[in-house]
Nanobody
């Protein structure tokens, strides 16, 4: 059974950092590209960061480039999203995604709220 379980979200003030984690099970983690998406209220789900299965090549949305860092630990079957200098506009539900060919798996999401 495929599972992606996100953790690490919460309510924080602007300017602080958070690290999200996504623990994977039930599929060959190291052979999947891993992504973090987010969805704000009333908005579509958007890709924020991705990391390839081979070589760990990363890509970022312009909105988070230079502030967010995606990484993966294949031994722990976990992907991370380090989020620095958080802004109120980063408030959203953050989703972990695993993709390989036609396989496309999603976690349940974790809420991140940035507010003073």
């Amino acid at each position: 059974q495929v599972q992606l379980v996100e953790s690490g979200g919460g309510l924080v003030q602007p300017g602080v950092s958070l690290r999200l984690s996504c623990a994977a099970s039930g599929f060959s983690f190291r052979s999947y590209a891993m992504n973090w998406y987010r969805q704000a209220p009333g908005q579509e789900r958007e890709l924020m960061a991705g990391i390839s299965s081979i070589g760990g090549i990363t890509n970022y949305a312009d909105a988070v480039k230079g502030r967010f860092t995606i990484s993966r630990d294949n031994a722990k079957r976990t992907v991370y999203l380090q989020m620095n200098s958080l802004k109120p506009e980063d408030t959203a539900v953050y989703y972990c995604n695993a993709r390989r060919g036609s396989d496309n798996y999603w976690g349940q999401g974790t809420q991140v709220t940035v507010s003073s």
